[in-house]
C-alpha cells in the first residue's frame, strides 16, 4: 500500500532531513533523479545531445530543481533556455549552475521545444496559477519537437497551479484548468495527494518517485492510502482443502424489483463473481434473477431469505413501504451490511440513519456525488478524501465515495483511493455489480474497509478490461471480472 503525505509533513520531513546533510544536498538528490528521467524521455525522441529543452522556471526551491536538472541536461549536450517567470527571485545558484553548463535565459519560448520541465510552483502553491504563468501554462500544447510532435511536459514535485493537500484544480470561465497539464510528474521523496485524487491527478500523468531519502522522516498519519495489487491479493480470501460453500460465506441480495428486475440480475451477477459460496436473492425479481443465475436461492422477501454473513441492499429496490420494511429488515440482521441506491434515499430519513450509528455489525455506504449530497445537503466539494470522511464519522460506517478516483474512508479516519477507475464505468448498473461483489467479500469475513477498497479495485480493472471491446455496458463488467479476479488471486 502507498502512503500519500500531506504537506505540512513532507515539509517537516524534509527539514529533519536536511538538518543532517551539508546544504544543497537534498536540491541536489532531487534534481539528478529529475534530469535521469528527463533523458529517459528524451532518449525516445531521438537523444539528449541537441534536444531543445525549456524551463519554466518560477522562485524558489521547485524553480532551483529545474534549473539544477537543466544544468545536468546542458552538460549532456542539450540545448536549455531558462524562462524566468520570477527574475529578480530566480534561485541564485541553480541559476549559476545552468549558465555554468552552457544553459542560458530566454526571454520567450523557442520555436523548437523537446521538453518543458515545469518548475513554476512547488508544494508551497495554493492552487491556481498567476496571469503570466496561465498564459504560459496555456501554450504548452503548442511547442514541437525536432520530431514534429508536441513537447513532452514534466512537472516538478507537482503540476504547477494545483492544490496539492487537495487535488483540485481551479479552472477558467470556459473550463480550462489553471494550471499545467504534465505528461510526466517527477515526485520528489514522497506521494502525494495532487498525484492521486482530484483533477489534479489527471493532470499530473505518469508519476515517476524519485528517493530522496525522506522515508525515515515522514512520520504521523498519511493523509490516505494508494490501493495497490499487492495488497489486493494479500486481502482475497484463500480456498483450503476444507472449504465448501458454507465456509465461505453466503451473502443475501435485497435488491431489484418489479419495475427494476435488472438491478437484482447485476448485483447478483457482482456478488457471484466475489469469493463467496452461495449467493441468496430476496426480493420480487426473483424469478428473472433465477432465469439469469441459476445457481442462486431466491426467495420473496428479507424474513425468508435464511442465514447469511451479509447482506447487499437498496440497487433498484424502490423507495415506497414495502421497500422500507425490507430494509429495516436488513439492518436488523447482525451481520455486514453494504447500502446502495436506493436504500440510501431511504437513509435521508433520520430516523433509518440512526439505526446505522448504533449498529455493532459493520456497514458499509456507496454514494455517488448526488447521494452523498442527498445525505450530508452539500456536495462533496473540492477535498473529496475530506468529505469522505465527514460522513464516515457521521454515519459510523465505512464510506465508498464513488468517482474516477473512488475514496474509501472509515470511522477511525482512514481513508483509501483506488487507482484502477475509469470513466468506461460511468453507464448505468455498473454500480450495481460493485455494490454485489462487496457484499461478497463482506460475507467472506473481509474487513469492511478492505473489502471496499478490493471491490473498488477489481471493478476497475474489470471495467477497464471490458472497454476493450468498445462501449460499455454493466452486464460486460459483470463477465470482465471473472477473468481479472483469476489474473491476481
Known sequence: ??????????????????????????????????ARRCALLLADRGGVYGARVLLLV??????????????????????????????????????AALRAAGGRVVERPPATVDLVLDGIVGIGGTGGLRETAEQVAASLLRHRGRDGQRATVVAVDVPSGVAVDTGDVPVTAAGRPVAVRADVTVAFGAWKPALVVGPAATLAGEVDLVDIGLGPWLRGTPALHVVER????????????????????????????????GAAVLSVGGALAGPTGLVRYAGSARDEVVRQHPSVIATGRVADAGRVQAWVCGSGLGTGEEAVGELRAVLSAPVPVVLDADALTLLVDGSMADRLRTRDAPIVVTPHDREYARLCGEEPGADRVAATLRLAAWMNAVVLLKGDRTVVGTPAGRAYVNPTGTPALATGGTGDVLAGLLGSLLAAGVRADRAAATAAYLHGLAGREAARGGPVTAPDVVTALRPVIARLT
Open 1 to 34: 500500500m502507498r502512503a500519500v503525505w500531506r504537506v505540512a509533513d513532507v515539509r517537516a520531513a524534509e527539514a529533519g532531513l536536511m538538518a543532517t546533510l551539508p546544504p544543497g544536498t537534498l536540491m541536489g538528490r532531487a534534481a539528478a533523479g529529475l
Open 58 to 95: 518560477g522562485s524558489g526551491d521547485n524553480g532551483g530543481d529545474a534549473l539544477f536538472a537543466g544544468a545536468h541536461l546542458a552538460r549532456r549536450g542539450a540545448a536549455v533556455g531558462a524562462l524566468l517567470l520570477a527574475p529578480d527571485r530566480a534561485h541564485a545558484e541553480g541559476l
Open 230 to 261: 499487492s495488497d489486493v491479493v494479500d486481502w482475497w480470501p484463500a480456498l483450503g482443502p476444507a472449504s465448501e460453500k458454507y465456509t465461505r460465506g453466503v451473502v443475501g441480495v435485497a435488491t431489484g424489483s418489479r419495475t427494476y428486475p
